[in-house]
C-alpha cells in the first residue's frame, strides 16, 4: 500500500527529471561533452550502486549486447535533448520531448501486432498542431525544437524495448548496462562532434569548476538515485499513477526554466498556445485512455 511519502518521493523524482534540461543550461562546457562526463559518472554511480545492493550483474552475451544498444539508443536520446536545449531554449526542449508519451503510444501497440485506437491518434495530432504553432512562429528555433521531438521519440523507443527485458532480468542491472551503452554512443559521437559541429574543431572536455556540481546532481541524484528510487516506488504505486505523474515533468521543466532562466522572455503568444496544446494532450491522455479505451 503506498503512502503519502511515496507519492511526495514519485514527485521529488519527476522534479529532479525535470531539471536537466535547466542544468544544462548552467553548464559552460558544451552539451556533448557535458553527456560524456554524465554518463560515465551514471555507468560509475550504477555500478556502485549494483556491488552496494549485491545485485547479480550477469547476463547472456545476447543480451548484454541488446541491452547495450538500447543504451546507444539512450545515448542518441540525450544529444538530441540537450543539444535541442542548448541551441534553442530549456522550454522548447521540453515541450519537445512532452510527445514521449504519445510516441509510446503508436511504438508499443505496432510492437505487440495491436491497432492504433482512434484516441491516441487524435492525442497525435492535437500535438503536432501544437508543434506546429510554436514552428510557425518560432523559426529561430527550428532545429532546437526538431532535435527535441526526435528525443521524445527515441524515449519512447527505448522504454518500449527495455520494456519487454524488466520481467526477467534486474532492473539496476539493465540500467547499468544501457548507461554503459549511452556512454559508449557518446564517446564514438565526439570525433564526429569536433570534425563537423564542435566551436573551432576543438573539444571542451574540461569542465569549469561550478561544472562539476551541476554534472554530479546530473550523473548521481537525476540519475542514479532518481532511477533506483523510482524502480523502489513500483513495488507500491500503479504504473498508470507513475505514468500520469512522469507526465508533469516538462511543467516541472518549464517553471524551473521560466525562474532560474528568465526564459518567459522567449515565450510569446505562439508558444504559450502550442506549449498548451502539446501539455493539454500529454496530461490528458492516461486520464482518457483510462475512461474510453476497451480491451482488444
Sequence with gaps: MATVKDYLKLHLIVFLWGTTAVMAKLITI????????????ATVGLLIVAAITRTNVKTSFQDLLKILGIGMIVGLHWIAFFVGGQISTASLSLVGFAT???????????T?????????IFLGVLVMAGLYIILHFEMRFYSGLLLSVLSGFLAALFSVMTAGL?????SVTIAMYEMAGAFLMVALFLPVYQKFFA???????????MDWFYLFI?????SVYAFTQSVSLMKRISVFTLQLTLNLEPVYGIALAIVLLGEDRYMGPSFVVGAGLILLAVLSYPILKKKFDQPS
Excluded at 505487440?112 to 491516441?120: A, H, N, R, V, Y
Excluded at 566551436?199 to 569548476?209: K, R
Excluded at 546530473?218 to 537525476?222: D, F, P
Aim: hydrophobic share 45%.
Design 100 to 110: 514521449c508519451s504519445l510516441w509510446a503510444a503508436i511504438l508499443e501497440p505496432l
Design 166 to 170: 524488466v520481467k526477467r532480468i534486474p
Design 112 to 120: 505487440q501486432g495491436k491497432s492504433i485506437k482512434p484516441l491516441e
Design 218 to 222: 546530473l550523473s548521481v541524484v537525476c
Design 199 to 209: 566551436e573551432g574543431g576543438t573539444l571542451q572536455l574540461i569542465p569549469a569548476p
Design 30 to 41: 558544451p552539451a556533448t561533452e557535458m553527456l560524456f562526463h554524465r554518463t560515465l559518472l
